[in-house]
């Protein structure tokens, strides 16, 4: 019978879906609104760390041309024959003048007319200063009152700074002077410790040298000094950080300016956010995950449901037909319609052997009712196991009467530890498979043995066997082979199960392989001893039915 599809299953499917899509799209809003976030951070701290530059830029190069290139350059504007030296200057110089003069290490004069080029008498220029100065010379623009360069010096010394006014339309004549480096470090200095880079509604009363980090270096990278002692402890979010040409007019020279990891949280209203991206990523595969794990978990559900139907549905069946049986016998007998006693007896021994079935039935269904920890009660004794198999074997023969199937037995005496109740349900149920699903008029083996200490009882049918690839799932729930399926073979699909959890329980196995014609079924319980014929007991054989067909499959 098909079953249709739940209208309620569907719905849940489709709430989950939604809730699956839901949680994508809240993982997509956390991530974007994190990023948007960090990028309003990231533009408030390159807007901070470009001005506090361009404060500091401003400030150092104001200093610099104001007291230390202008009254220098305007003092060598008016010499007109040979350039003196620095240090003769500074006698008759102003305070102004003489702070200028300090900068300065030699004077140069250069006419780009002729290419003239004058020095003091203890100048030392570099190699190739006049086309250095030519070059120069021509890159200055037309606005630019004051021009510096560097240029390498010869070996691992440090580079050298120059800067020169450039020439007019009438007196195109270039005049200039060298810098002394460590002056122009301590300029930088001055400028950073009495400027405010950042404005005090940003950074209250906090010094410079605790919140950003300046550095001057050449257009290739290389450092050329520290304005500041905690160039290393810079932070590592690119926007705190920049590369600044110092001004248009000093050529080759780079200002880097960075702020201090542990000033970024207080420059930014709300500290700069960290990235959620890790965490939200794990929430939303977290989410899924247990969304997946719920629709999973749902099919299940509603296939362990299917499978409970079909087995209410064969357990209903296999109960109807013995109780049809009783019925329909005890009625006859009771209205006395059988005429001989032959009859009477054969109404009987049916009534008996549908009780049987039916009480091996309940039996199945009372044990596969409870967890697995609860199935033996604890009656755990050692046990004559050779008793044990003929008293199931002998109750058994009603059943195996009626399809005229034989059961042979050979039995050792072997006693073990076990739950007899829960054994001998065990045995009942292999002969009941074996009998099933075997062919009218078989011969069924029992035996009982000893091997490696352990009590084996083996059930041998001459059925179709169990294929290979199924051994291992025959012993599931509700699990019956295709082909049994489609028989007309009634079976609930419990019987193997009650099995293994029966052998579990007790600390036994079980497992099928192949037999001389069908399937071998084999219970083994541990710590088994042998009684009353020594080491290797003589199995002893019985033979209960007899078969009404010789023929073996």
Known sequence: MRQSRSPHGLFTFVLLGTALVLSGILAYAAVDSSRRHRATARAVLHDYVTFAAEQFAQRFTQDVEYYGLYPTMQLLSRITGALPEPSSLLQDADRQLSRSLELAVFFFRYDPRDGTLDFNASASPPRDFRDVIATQAQ????????????????????????????????????????????????????????????????????????????????????????????????????????????VRTWSGIELRAAFLDDITNELVAGGVPRSRIPLTVVLALAT????????????????????????????????????????????????????????????????????RRLTNLVENVLLFSKPAKTIVTGNMSRTDLS???????????????????????????????????????AILNLLDNAIKYGPEGQTVRVTLGLSNNEARIVVEDQGPGVPATQRSVIWNRFERLARDRESTTTGAGIGLAVVRELMTSQGGRCWVEDGDVGARFVLAVGSALTHGQGANPKPQRTIIGESRSASRR
């Open 139 to 246: 890159q200055t623009g037309a606005d630019a009152s004051l021009r510096g360069f560097l240029v390498e010096s010869d070996g691992n010394d440090d580079p050298r700074m120059f800067f020169f006014r450039p020439g007019t339309d009438v007196d195109p004549t270039i005049v200039g002077f060298e810098a002394k480096v460590p002056v122009l470090r301590e300029y930088s200095k001055t400028a950073f410790t009495n400027t405010q880079l950042l404005p005090t509604s940003v950074t209250g009363d906090i010094p410079n040298s605790s919140i950003i980090t300046i550095s001057f270096a050449r257009s290739s990278g290389d450092l050329l000094w520290n304005v500041t002692n905690t160039s290393a402890a810079t932070s590592d979010e690119p926007a705190a950080q920049g590369i600044f040409p110092l």
């Open 288 to 355: 899924a995950v247990m969304l997946i794990a719920t629709v999973i978990q749902t099919i299940r559900e509603r296939s362990l449901a299917k499978l409970r139907a079909e087995f209410v549905s064969s357990v209903s069946h296999e109960l109807r037909t013995p109780l049809a049986q009783i019925r329909m016998f005890a009625e006859t007998l009771r209205l006395g319609r059988m005429p001989s006693s032959e009859e009477r007896d054969r109404s009987l021994a049916i009534i008996d052997k549908e009780a």
């Open 387 to 425: 008793e044990l198999v003929r008293e199931v074997v002998e109750s058994y023969r009603p059943l195996s009467d009626a399809r005229a199937v034989r059961v042979e037995t050979d039995v050792a005496a072997v006693s073990a530890p076990v739950d007899a109740s829960g054994l001998k349900q």
